[in-house]
């Protein structure tokens, strides 16, 4: 009974500085961490956003969230070229995150997933960019382009968006969470282009 005690005890200590190591590491990292995600969006949104100047996609806020962001083809905001936003769909093994942008007619100009952690070999090929392909955009977001909402299916539902091969579930949540976000601010773009 003593020797149970004893190792439960070494146990639990050992267990009590891990978890303090892991604790004073994510505190140190954070910023950092934080500051890399930030820059990753950023980037995102350009990539989603092509022609929009590098510093003329501003946020619009409500309550201090950002809900999306407009671009602008010049910085002074003169010529409104589109709108990004996040898209949230439920993958396979994780939550893919993909930043979408979209024209003033609902048109998609591009998309950049941000984060995913699906199965690695087959649901990470929705990030894949073809083996001797020129371009640095992945084949499945390339599909994408061009797209209005209506279109955002995938071939295993009926669609003509062609799934990966061995990740139709990725493949359907990145389409799905995208139809569904456009489907959102399609209402705002009719207010505004109402108020104009």
Aim: charged share 30%; with cysteine.
């Amino acid at each position: 009974m003593k020797d149970i005690l004893k190792l439960g005890g070494i146990l639990m200590l050992v267990t009590a500085l891990a978890a303090a190591a892991l604790a004073l590491a994510n505190h140190l990292t954070k910023d950092e961490i934080d500051k890399e995600e930030r820059k990753a969006e950023r980037i995102s949104r350009s990539q989603a956003l092509p022609d929009a100047a590098p510093f003329a996609i501003h946020p619009v806020k409500k309550d201090g969230k950002i809900l999306y962001y407009k671009g602008y083809s010049k910085p002074d905001t003169t010529k409104l070229v589109g709108y990004a936003f996040i898209a949230l769909g439920k993958g396979y093994s994780s939550v893919i995150k993909t930043m979408v942008g979209i024209d003033t007619t609902g048109k998609i100009c591009g998309t950049k997933i941000i984060s995913q952690k699906e199965t690695p070999g087959l649901g990470t090929k929705i990030e894949e960019v073809k083996y001797g392909d020129k371009s640095e955009i992945p084949w499945f977001q390339k599909r994408l382009k061009g797209k209005m909402a209506n279109e955002l299916v995938v071939d295993k539902d009926g669609g003509k968006i062609e799934s990966v091969s061995g990740a139709t579930i990725s493949s359907r949540a990145v389409t799905n969470s995208i139809r569904e976000a456009i489907e959102k601010m399609l209402p705002i773009i009719r207010a505004e282009k109402n108020n104009q």
